[in-house]
């Protein structure tokens, strides 16, 4: 394995394949939920990815029974108290996304069990996404108290319509595999015990495939999110202003405390 890979901690790296690159977020204690060290190394691994000679496709996964589980709430705590935090967290959330969308090489996702926050950003923005038909997937912003940001305006209207994105999105319900699959919002379901097999599999008929037909249309297909760039920016520009109102310390606490919110009825907008 590479060096450029020994200085991640939250990340681990196998090679199932000579040209594949397996990424496991590890925090299997938390269902490897992203602290500020696994945000910022899903940040960061996909310029060491596509700057790797070695690697011609890529597999992000989850260690154990989850793919992630969301935001860490110490992260989250920091990011609503520290300006100079929540500027450098809401970097690296851009960064994450325009990281996966610039990879020259192909990613293929493998979620099963919980699938939320910064890990699903880059598993639904995955060229290749597969989920075991029980994974529940959830973008749970506007239940923490904040707008949907991250990956969400960038990619869910274009995989499953605005229709479905605004139901999911404004609601926060839970999508499981299967029903990912059938709108449109992941590439695959399969069982449980097949989605490793099926991970490596895939990602190796991409690294043995015609490279650079496979990354050129990996660029331009992505022409869709660059373009989607500016709304993009809109939704994670307002989610880190969220971070600055009441709201989210509402939903935080109603995390922690495992309790149904009590919003402020009212708004200024």
């Keep these: 394995m590479s060096d450029r890979y020994a200085r991640y901690q939250r990340l681990k790296f196998d090679r199932p394949h000579p040209r594949v690159l397996r990424i496991t977020m590890s925090r299997p204690d938390r269902l490897n939920a992203a602290d500020e060290v696994m945000h910022r190394e899903l940040a960061e691994i996909w310029r060491d990815v596509d700057a790797d000679e070695t690697v011609n496709a890529a597999i992000l996964t ?31 959330a851009r960064d994450i996304v325009y990281n996966v969308i610039n990879c ?4 293929v ?30 973008d749970g912003h506007t239940r923490l108290g904040v707008a949907a940001g991250d990956h969400s305006v960038i990619v869910w209207p274009l995989l499953c319509g ?11 319900d839970a999508v499981s595999g299967e029903e990912a699959e059938r709108i449109g919002l992941i590439s695959l379901a399969v069982e449980d015990d097949a989605l490793d097999a099926k991970a490596v599999e895939l990602a190796t008929r991409l690294a043995e495939g015609a490279q650079s037909a496979i990354r050129f249309t ?5 022409n869709w999110f660059r373009m989607a760039g ?7 520009a307002l989610e880190f202003l ?4 009441p709201e989210v310390k509402e939903g935080l606490a109603s995390h922690k405390e495992k309790r149904k919110p009590a919003f402020p009825p009212d708004s200024p907008l």
């Excluded at 969220?242 to 109102?245: C, I, V």
Aim: a positive charge.
């Design 109 to 138: 996702s493998a979620m099963r069990g919980p699938a939320v926050g910064a890990g699903l950003v880059a598993g639904l923005l995955a060229d290749v996404s597969i989920a075991a038909k029980g994974a529940r997937i959830i």
């Design 62 to 92: 989850g260690a154990g029974k989850a793919f992630s589980a969301g935001g860490d709430f110490e992260m989250i705590e920091n990011i609503i108290s520290d300006y100079k935090y929540r500027t450098r967290i809401w970097k690296e």
């Design 162 to 172: 605005m229709a479905k994105a605004k139901y999911y999105l404004l609601l926060c």
């Design 230 to 236: 500016p709304n993009f920016d809109t939704s994670l």
């Design 242 to 245: 969220g971070f600055t109102g």
């Design 218 to 222: 990996k660029y331009a297909l992505n």
């Design 104 to 107: 020259s090489k192909p990613i």
